[in-house]
Protein backbone atom coordinates (compact mmCIF):
# COMPACT_ATOMS: atom_id res chain seq x y z
CA UNK A 1 0.00 0.00 0.00
CA UNK A 2 2.70 2.49 0.60
CA UNK A 3 4.56 2.13 -2.34
CA UNK A 4 1.37 2.86 -4.37
CA UNK A 5 0.37 5.37 -1.90
CA UNK A 6 4.36 7.15 -3.13
CA UNK A 7 3.46 6.46 -7.07
CA UNK A 8 0.02 8.87 -6.24
CA UNK A 9 2.02 11.03 -4.52
CA UNK A 10 5.15 11.81 -7.03
CA UNK A 11 2.08 11.77 -10.06
CA UNK A 12 0.95 14.85 -8.51
CA UNK A 13 1.21 18.23 -10.97
CA UNK A 14 4.04 20.22 -8.95
CA UNK A 15 4.50 23.67 -8.93
CA UNK A 16 8.04 22.40 -8.86
CA UNK A 17 8.58 19.12 -8.97
CA UNK A 18 9.88 15.76 -7.06
CA UNK A 19 13.49 15.85 -8.47
CA UNK A 20 13.44 19.50 -7.89
CA UNK A 21 12.86 19.61 -4.08
CA UNK A 22 15.33 16.51 -3.34
CA UNK A 23 17.96 18.94 -5.62
CA UNK A 24 16.88 22.09 -2.94
CA UNK A 25 17.11 19.46 0.03
CA UNK A 26 20.80 18.92 -0.85
CA UNK A 27 21.41 22.42 -0.55
CA UNK A 28 20.15 23.15 3.03
CA UNK A 29 23.70 22.63 5.62
CA UNK A 30 22.76 18.83 7.37
CA UNK A 31 21.62 20.87 10.78
CA UNK A 32 18.66 22.49 8.60
CA UNK A 33 17.72 19.56 6.76
CA UNK A 34 17.73 17.69 10.58
CA UNK A 35 16.12 20.62 12.07
CA UNK A 36 13.42 21.12 9.30
CA UNK A 37 12.58 16.88 9.34
CA UNK A 38 11.91 16.99 12.81
CA UNK A 39 9.78 20.32 12.30
CA UNK A 40 7.60 18.65 10.51
CA UNK A 41 7.70 15.24 12.03
CA UNK A 42 6.61 16.72 15.39
CA UNK A 43 4.25 18.95 13.88
CA UNK A 44 2.44 15.67 12.02
CA UNK A 45 2.72 14.00 14.99
CA UNK A 46 1.58 15.97 17.68
CA UNK A 47 0.10 18.89 16.07
CA UNK A 48 -2.65 17.31 13.39
CA UNK A 49 -0.93 18.72 10.49
CA UNK A 50 -1.15 15.67 8.14
CA UNK A 51 -4.52 16.40 8.39
CA UNK A 52 -4.17 19.79 6.73
CA UNK A 53 -1.19 18.51 4.39
CA UNK A 54 -2.66 15.51 3.13
CA UNK A 55 -6.42 16.10 3.28
CA UNK A 56 -9.06 18.82 4.44
CA UNK A 57 -8.44 19.77 8.17
CA UNK A 58 -8.76 23.75 7.19
CA UNK A 59 -6.56 24.70 9.96
CA UNK A 60 -3.90 23.19 12.24
CA UNK A 61 -2.02 24.57 15.12
CA UNK A 62 1.66 24.34 16.41
CA UNK A 63 3.51 26.40 19.07
CA UNK A 64 6.77 26.72 20.88
CA UNK A 65 7.99 28.34 23.93
CA UNK A 66 10.09 31.61 23.25
CA UNK A 67 10.59 32.01 26.99
CA UNK A 68 9.67 29.82 29.73
CA UNK A 69 10.60 28.95 33.09
CA UNK A 70 12.72 25.32 32.82
CA UNK A 71 10.87 23.91 35.54
CA UNK A 72 7.22 24.74 33.30
CA UNK A 73 8.89 23.56 30.43
CA UNK A 74 7.51 19.52 29.69
CA UNK A 75 9.18 19.06 26.90
CA UNK A 76 12.62 21.04 26.32
CA UNK A 77 13.48 18.80 22.96
CA UNK A 78 10.56 19.10 21.21
CA UNK A 79 10.41 22.71 21.52
CA UNK A 80 13.94 22.84 20.80
CA UNK A 81 12.83 20.97 17.36
CA UNK A 82 9.76 23.07 16.80
CA UNK A 83 11.46 26.37 17.19
CA UNK A 84 14.52 25.47 15.38
CA UNK A 85 12.72 23.63 12.22
CA UNK A 86 10.18 26.49 11.99
CA UNK A 87 13.67 29.18 12.01
CA UNK A 88 15.11 26.93 8.92
CA UNK A 89 11.49 26.58 7.53
CA UNK A 90 11.07 30.57 7.38
CA UNK A 91 14.65 30.64 5.75
CA UNK A 92 14.45 29.01 3.21
CA UNK A 93 9.84 29.28 3.01
CA UNK A 94 10.47 31.01 -0.82
CA UNK A 95 12.50 27.94 -2.08
CA UNK A 96 9.12 25.70 -1.60
CA UNK A 97 6.61 27.56 -3.42
CA UNK A 98 2.95 26.67 -1.84
CA UNK A 99 0.09 27.95 -3.71
CA UNK A 100 -2.44 25.79 -1.57
CA UNK A 101 -1.25 27.10 1.88
CA UNK A 102 -0.66 29.97 4.05
CA UNK A 103 1.53 29.64 7.76
CA UNK A 104 1.16 31.97 9.23
CA UNK A 105 3.41 33.20 13.14
CA UNK A 106 1.96 34.77 16.21
CA UNK A 107 3.60 35.59 19.04
CA UNK A 108 2.07 35.80 22.41
CA UNK A 109 3.27 36.80 26.09
CA UNK A 110 0.83 35.66 29.27
CA UNK A 111 1.82 36.89 32.98
CA UNK A 112 1.53 34.00 35.27
CA UNK A 113 0.79 36.25 38.93
CA UNK A 114 1.62 33.17 41.05
CA UNK A 115 4.71 32.49 39.15
CA UNK A 116 5.68 36.49 38.78
CA UNK A 117 6.61 35.85 35.38
CA UNK A 118 5.67 36.47 31.75
CA UNK A 119 5.38 33.44 29.11
CA UNK A 120 5.86 34.23 25.19
CA UNK A 121 5.09 32.14 22.82
CA UNK A 122 5.16 31.31 19.23
CA UNK A 123 1.80 30.38 17.30
CA UNK A 124 2.15 28.71 13.75
CA UNK A 125 -0.65 28.12 12.04
CA UNK A 126 -0.87 25.96 8.61
CA UNK A 127 -3.86 26.92 6.42
CA UNK A 128 -5.14 24.79 3.95
CA UNK A 129 -6.78 27.33 1.52
CA UNK A 130 -8.94 25.47 0.12
CA UNK A 131 -10.13 24.05 2.56
CA UNK A 132 -10.61 27.16 4.59
CA UNK A 133 -12.62 28.86 2.13
CA UNK A 134 -14.97 26.37 1.24
CA UNK A 135 -15.55 26.25 5.22
CA UNK A 136 -16.04 29.99 5.41
CA UNK A 137 -18.19 29.95 2.58
CA UNK A 138 -20.35 27.29 4.34
CA UNK A 139 -20.35 29.39 7.75
CA UNK A 140 -20.58 32.87 5.88
CA UNK A 141 -23.82 33.84 8.30
CA UNK A 142 -21.80 32.33 11.43
CA UNK A 143 -18.52 34.50 10.47
CA UNK A 144 -20.50 37.59 9.63
CA UNK A 145 -22.40 37.72 12.73
CA UNK A 146 -19.06 38.14 14.42
CA UNK A 147 -16.89 40.04 11.87
CA UNK A 148 -19.74 42.08 10.43
CA UNK A 149 -22.07 42.30 7.51
CA UNK A 150 -19.12 42.97 5.18
CA UNK A 151 -17.85 39.41 5.73
CA UNK A 152 -16.70 38.00 2.31
CA UNK A 153 -14.74 34.51 2.38
CA UNK A 154 -12.40 35.91 -0.06
CA UNK A 155 -11.38 38.86 1.54
CA UNK A 156 -10.71 37.34 4.73
CA UNK A 157 -8.64 34.45 2.93
CA UNK A 158 -6.43 37.13 1.43
CA UNK A 159 -5.78 39.43 4.46
CA UNK A 160 -4.70 36.21 5.95
CA UNK A 161 -2.16 35.48 3.30
CA UNK A 162 -1.38 39.07 3.01
CA UNK A 163 -0.67 39.74 6.49
CA UNK A 164 0.41 36.22 7.53
CA UNK A 165 -1.74 36.68 10.56
CA UNK A 166 -4.70 34.38 11.65
CA UNK A 167 -6.24 35.23 14.92
CA UNK A 168 -6.63 38.80 14.65
CA UNK A 169 -9.06 38.92 11.22
CA UNK A 170 -10.70 36.30 13.69
CA UNK A 171 -11.05 38.94 16.44
CA UNK A 172 -9.52 36.99 18.41
CA UNK A 173 -12.72 34.57 19.21
CA UNK A 174 -12.03 31.23 20.21
CA UNK A 175 -15.34 30.33 19.01
CA UNK A 176 -14.42 30.82 15.29
CA UNK A 177 -11.05 29.51 15.92
CA UNK A 178 -12.91 26.31 17.09
CA UNK A 179 -14.52 26.70 14.00
CA UNK A 180 -11.58 27.16 11.45
CA UNK A 181 -9.85 24.48 13.48
CA UNK A 182 -12.36 21.77 11.85
CA UNK A 183 -14.31 20.90 15.18
CA UNK A 184 -17.43 21.38 13.94
CA UNK A 185 -19.87 25.07 14.16
CA UNK A 186 -21.93 23.22 17.05
CA UNK A 187 -19.18 22.64 19.40
CA UNK A 188 -17.21 25.25 18.75
CA UNK A 189 -20.12 27.61 20.11
CA UNK A 190 -21.35 25.48 22.59
CA UNK A 191 -18.02 26.17 23.81
CA UNK A 192 -17.89 29.99 23.93
CA UNK A 193 -21.31 29.49 25.93
CA UNK A 194 -19.71 27.67 28.48
CA UNK A 195 -16.89 29.57 28.96
CA UNK A 196 -19.31 32.95 29.00
CA UNK A 197 -21.16 30.92 31.66
CA UNK A 198 -24.90 30.81 30.20
CA UNK A 199 -25.03 26.96 30.41
CA UNK A 200 -24.83 25.95 33.64
CA UNK A 201 -22.78 23.23 34.91
CA UNK A 202 -24.25 19.90 34.93
CA UNK A 203 -26.89 20.78 31.86
CA UNK A 204 -24.80 19.75 29.23
CA UNK A 205 -23.45 16.74 27.30
CA UNK A 206 -20.49 18.79 26.28
CA UNK A 207 -17.29 16.39 26.83
CA UNK A 208 -14.03 15.01 25.06
CA UNK A 209 -14.54 13.86 21.53
CA UNK A 210 -11.53 11.46 19.92
CA UNK A 211 -11.15 10.05 16.69
CA UNK A 212 -9.92 6.75 16.33
CA UNK A 213 -6.22 6.39 16.36
CA UNK A 214 -4.62 2.94 15.26
CA UNK A 215 -3.04 0.40 17.19
CA UNK A 216 0.43 1.43 17.46
CA UNK A 217 -0.04 4.57 15.77
CA UNK A 218 2.02 7.78 16.99
CA UNK A 219 -0.01 10.18 15.33
CA UNK A 220 -2.00 12.54 18.00
CA UNK A 221 -5.61 12.01 16.27
CA UNK A 222 -8.31 14.90 16.18
CA UNK A 223 -9.72 15.94 19.77
CA UNK A 224 -11.94 18.00 20.35
CA UNK A 225 -14.78 18.69 23.35
CA UNK A 226 -18.23 18.76 21.99
CA UNK A 227 -21.79 16.11 22.75
CA UNK A 228 -21.16 12.87 21.39
CA UNK A 229 -24.54 12.35 20.76
CA UNK A 230 -24.77 15.26 18.13
CA UNK A 231 -24.67 13.75 14.47
CA UNK A 232 -22.11 16.72 13.63
CA UNK A 233 -19.46 15.65 16.25
CA UNK A 234 -20.02 12.10 15.40
CA UNK A 235 -19.35 13.05 11.18
CA UNK A 236 -16.23 15.40 12.30
CA UNK A 237 -14.68 12.01 14.03
CA UNK A 238 -15.62 9.79 11.35
CA UNK A 239 -13.99 11.85 8.77
CA UNK A 240 -10.48 12.45 10.68
CA UNK A 241 -10.68 8.57 12.11
CA UNK A 242 -10.80 7.65 8.39
CA UNK A 243 -7.27 10.20 7.69
CA UNK A 244 -5.24 8.91 9.82
CA UNK A 245 -3.64 5.85 8.88
CA UNK A 246 -2.61 7.30 5.91
CA UNK A 247 -0.80 9.65 7.26
CA UNK A 248 0.70 6.93 9.64
CA UNK A 249 1.96 5.49 6.62
CA UNK A 250 3.44 8.45 4.85
CA UNK A 251 4.95 9.15 8.85
CA UNK A 252 6.78 6.33 9.03
CA UNK A 253 8.37 6.77 5.10
CA UNK A 254 12.04 7.26 4.84
CA UNK A 255 11.38 9.80 2.56
CA UNK A 256 8.44 11.23 4.97
CA UNK A 257 9.98 15.37 4.47
CA UNK A 258 10.67 15.03 0.55
CA UNK A 259 6.51 14.32 0.77
CA UNK A 260 6.03 16.44 2.97
CA UNK A 261 7.32 19.17 0.74
CA UNK A 262 6.03 17.68 -2.84
CA UNK A 263 2.41 17.96 -1.04
CA UNK A 264 3.05 21.08 -0.14
CA UNK A 265 4.43 22.14 -3.82
CA UNK A 266 1.85 20.80 -5.65
CA UNK A 267 -0.90 22.39 -7.58
CA UNK A 268 -3.34 19.38 -6.83
CA UNK A 269 -4.55 17.69 -4.00
CA UNK A 270 -3.27 14.29 -2.76
CA UNK A 271 -6.81 13.07 -2.20
CA UNK A 272 -9.13 16.04 -3.21
CA UNK A 273 -11.03 17.37 -0.78
CA UNK A 274 -14.49 16.45 1.31
CA UNK A 275 -15.66 18.94 3.38
CA UNK A 276 -19.22 17.55 3.42
CA UNK A 277 -18.92 16.68 7.17
CA UNK A 278 -18.57 20.85 8.01
CA UNK A 279 -21.03 22.00 5.95
CA UNK A 280 -23.60 21.08 8.60
Known amino acids: M ?60 SSYFIRCRSDELASPYRNKQIALGWKVWKKHEHLFPHENFIFCEEQENVYDENLNF ?37 GFLAKVENTKTLMPHLNNSEALLGIVLGYGLEAALQFERMRDCSIPCGETHYQ ?45 DKDFLQIVLNTLCSKNYLFGLNTSCFEQ
Not at 208 to 215: A, G, L, N, R, V
Open 2 to 61: RKILLLIILSIHFTINGSEVGGILKTLTYNEHFYLNKFFHACVCSDHFGFTIFFDKPVAL
Open 118 to 154: TFKTCHIYLINKAALLSLLRAHKITFSRYLGEEFSPE
Open 208 to 252: SICSYQPKECSITPVVFAGNPGSAEAQSIQNHYSEQIEKIWQIYK
